[in-house]
């Protein structure tokens, strides 16, 4: 990957990071992610991560605990929607908006979480996030 150059608006607001899950490149390098999909990439990963779980962000996260055995009901569904949009709209400041829908998955008894993001200088973009069975 080559230097970080903060005379590129994209990259110098949404950054660089590894490839969760971590893989490498054609140089057998770890493969990196820069700009909108580097954003892209930490939204399911913030979705899975346990707020106080990264020490020097200890708001970022979610805690599913409560949730679990119950994302089927249409309680625990809005609760979940509920947290990924505090989460996103409050700890994200790479986007500018951003919409979350809870509903089924391919799969029986499986929930998932459409998330559409508009990154701060335009672009929108829909994810996936699964949740597995309930």
Do not use: C
């Amino acid at each position: 990957m080559g230097a970080f150059s903060p005379d590129d608006p994209v990259l110098a607001l949404h950054g660089f990071d590894l490839v969760w899950p971590l893989a490498l490149d054609g140089n057998n390098d770890l493969a990196t992610v820069s700009g909108e999909d580097n954003t892209l990439s930490a939204l399911p990963i913030r979705a899975a991560t346990t707020r106080g779980e990264i020490p020097f962000f200890p708001l970022d996260g979610i805690d599913l605990e409560d949730l679990q055995g119950g994302l089927n009901s249409d309680g625990e569904r809005a609760a979940l929607r509920g947290r990924l949009v505090e989460q996103y709209r409050s700890r994200e400041d790479r986007l500018e908006s951003v919409n979350v829908a809870v509903g089924d998955g391919t799969d029986s008894g499986d929930t998932v979480a459409l998330v559409t993001a508009k990154f701060r200088g335009g672009a929108v973009e829909t994810i996936e996030v699964p949740f597995g069975s309930g």
